[in-house]
């Protein structure tokens, strides 16, 4: 079952307007539960579902969760997220609206992944927020829309937290004759797990997450990611937190919608005419949005995010 929508895929005048390049924005921030995570954990559920799996459980607070108990919903399947303490009230009640059960457990995301996994011995099918082939299959369908819409483009913008969006899109681009397409991956300081292996030339990760763009907060991208910044060509890129504000704030006035700084921050590359971007003709931004995003968070990030 299709569990995401085909989602709009606009030209923008505004983002990047001191770029040469058109800029082609791919709207995420629609799909059903606010981000592209429809795509690859709709997909996943979906196929595990019709594996035979009784019930679904996640160790995320954030959209992969909230994609998760979306797609137990609409499979009609019980679906139990495992969040650490860390997770805002408002996280766990988007989720518990979707129908599925939250269970808050540990200090940091591994000790959620952790109990996630225990749990999941018992039947429940684990949906990984990241790392898993069935996720990017399913994500590589966001490459599939502007393709058969006829775009061809010269680069691509995204953001990256584990790296399960660019292993779609990288899946995407080859599936549809645009393997040579490079891909501007764009992270946050501080969330800034495949620039540091990048740099490093090996699959380490950060110790912490000191970014408030939490759904780039991956210590470690998967070993997938990592592999692929040697097979395809992928420009790390990384940006600040408060150009990550901008980018939301300047988004939402040119364009009129809200996302999280996760998404802010591929949109401020653009902004700031990065200098990967100077000699592209036509750029496609992966605006991958974000649920849990409100107005008064952004207002107030906007007053102290330095
Ligand atoms: C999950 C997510 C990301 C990062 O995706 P990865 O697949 O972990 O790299 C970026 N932005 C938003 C809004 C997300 O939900």
Redesign the pocket.
Known sequence: MKLHIETPLIESLSVGKGLAANVWLKI??VQPC????AR?VGYACSKYVDNGAKSLVSS?G???GL?VAYSGRRLGVPVTVIVPKTTKKRAIDLIELEGAQVIVSGEVWTDAHEHAMELSKNGGVYIH??DDPS?WTG?ASVIDEIANAGMVPDAVV???????????VVEGLKRNNLKNVPILAVETRGADS?SVAFLADKHIGIKSITSI?T??G?TK??EH?FNLLREHRIISHVVTDRDAVNGCWSFLEDHRMI??P??G??LSAVYNECDALQDKKNILVIV????GMTMSQLEEWNRYVT
């Open positions: 995420e921030a606010g981000s592209f995570k690859g995320s954030g959209n992969a994609a927020p990241f996720l994500h995204l953001s990256v937290g584990g790296g399960g969006l660019l292993c779609g495949l763009a759904s780039l991956a991208v998967a990611a996302v999280e996760a998404c921050a591929s991958c949005g974000g649920g």
